[in-house]
């Protein structure tokens, strides 16, 4: 079992629609990081959290620590939305705070 | 200001063959991180710099793959006899640094689409 967990694998939507993204991690971390990452495209950093919840714009991402879950939210999708997201967790101590394990990515497209 | 950068952009060597890919983190970021990323997949670490020193090398998988940070700013990432599995996106990253005591960012390259044949 990965220590990161992203579901769904792929989603499509509809423009207009409510995303919702899942990832669940195993181990003790002290950060969360959502990610987005547009085909032949960088990476960027959406989210970085570590307790309840964040939003930008019409994004919107929640943690809880305690059941080790967090789901980034998209409200009224678009087009442009779609990309791959990620979801990365860092470790939360020694030499392991630095590195990120990331989740396998969740392939979103929407549709107009 | 200038963001992470790397070069080259893409790679096509030979089975066998020496590469050393480069980045070029934000000015003044004392950590780096190296990634690889395969075609459908997350990304993987591989090390991690804190200035010059390599912090935590880990996910290096063998002792083909090699990196330095000789100055704690552009970092190499050195591959020797490539073999066709070693073909992935490797992508580098940098942050302020542990030291900043803030909870970091991290900004990512475009990374170095490397194919070997």
């Known amino acids: 079992k990965n220590e990161v967990e992203q579901s769904p694998q792929n989603l499509t939507a509809q423009e207009g629609e409510f995303i919702t993204i899942n990832c669940s991690y195993s181990?003790?971390?002290?950060?969360l990081h959502w990610l987005q990452q547009h085909p032949g495209g960088g990476i960027v950093s959406l989210f970085m959290?570590?307790?309840g919840k964040k939003k930008h714009g019409r994004l919107i991402a929640t943690i809880n620590i305690q059941e080790k879950h967090s789901s980034l939210h998209i409200t009224a999708s678009h087009p442009r939305d779609s990309a791959v997201y990620i979801c990365?967790?860092?470790?939360?101590?020694?030499?392991?705070?630095?590195?990120?394990?990331f989740g396998q990515g969740t392939i979103l497209t929407v549709h107009p | 200001g200038a963001g992470v950068s790397q070069t080259p952009s893409n790679k096509v060597t030979e089975k066998g063959k020496y590469v050393e890919l480069r980045c070029d983190p934000i000015?003044?970021?004392?950590?780096l991180y190296w990634y690889r990323q395969s075609l459908g997949q997350g990304p993987e670490f591989l090390i991690y710099?804190?200035?010059?020193?390599?912090?935590?090398d880990s996910g290096l998988p063998n002792d083909r793959f090699f990196a330095v940070r000789p100055e704690g700013s552009v970092s190499t990432l050195k591959i020797q006899r490539t073999e066709r599995g070693d073909s992935a996106v490797y992508l580098c990253?940098?942050?302020?640094?542990?030291?900043?005591?803030?909870?970091?960012?991290?900004?990512f390259g475009p990374g170095t689409r490397l194919l070997v044949l």
């Open positions: 990253a940098s942050s302020p640094g542990r030291t900043s005591g803030v909870q970091e960012t991290q900004y």
């Open positions: 000015s003044g970021h004392t950590a």
């Open positions: 990365a967790v860092r470790g939360s101590g020694g030499t392991s705070y630095g590195k990120l394990t």
């Open positions: 710099f804190q200035g010059t020193g390599a912090a935590d």
């Open positions: 181990v003790g971390i002290s950060a």
């Open positions: 959290l570590s307790s």
